[in-house]
């Protein structure tokens, strides 16, 4: 399993701008662990939340876009589709240890989506993080995910029971009113997992 550190560090003000921002994550489906075939790329921008750290702990709802483009090797079709909706998304926080889990529900809820991959999925993935501080007082936050996974109807549109996430990549969105705080200079974070 290739297990990536994630980094981020943010300052005073970027931490307050960016707890209600957006965030799009971009990764890819591989069929196995061996990351040599890959099912689905997959494109999900995120409501009001931030999961570099700023995800509130427990369950609920947000509001999601997502794009998946398929393999047509594998039966997924090789253009673009999209499912819009509200997704029941988790984080659970093991106070003292430094791990987590976390999770989304896609429900089967969107017509035309449907139609190309029906049923449900769930994207559940386990982490570990450590915060600390560096020379000028900024919040450095580093995490290690570990496996993570998809079940449900994109695993079923290609005959398999599961399917696993990789070379993830997330880009943060500073919500409208966090870019007048912050001004036009800030760059979205960045972070990728291979």
């Known amino acids: ?49 931030d ?20 393999n047509p090797q594998l039966g997924g079709l090789p253009f673009p589709i999209n499912w819009s909706g509200q997704i029941d998304g988790f984080l659970s926080e093991y106070e003292g240890e430094g791990w987590g889990s976390l999770g989304f529900y896609i429900p089967d809820t969107d017509p035309t989506f449907e139609i190309f991959y029906p049923g449900a999925n769930d994207i559940s993935m386990e982490w570990g993080g450590n915060w ?16 993570a996974t998809l079940t449900g109807g994109l695993a079923d549109a290609v005959g398999l029971d599961v399917l696993y996430l990789n070379n993830f990549v997330e880009t943060t969105i500073p919500a409208p009113a966090a870019l007048g705080l912050l001004g036009v200079g800030i760059v979205a974070g960045r972070r990728r997992r291979r």
């Open 132 to 147: 600390d501080w560096d020379e000028e007082g900024n919040e450095i936050v580093t995490y290690s995910y570990g496996l």
């Open 51 to 70: 999961l570099m750290g700023s995800m509130p702990d427990g369950l609920d709802t947000y509001n999601l876009e997502m794009q998946v483009t398929g």
């Open 1 to 49: 399993m290739k297990n990536t550190l994630m980094s981020i560090a943010l300052s005073g003000a970027g931490l307050a701008g960016i707890v209600q921002a957006d965030v799009l994550v971009e990764f890819s489906l591989y069929t196995d662990t061996n990351w040599d075939q890959v099912a689905y790329d997959v494109t999900m921008q995120i409501e009001g939340i």
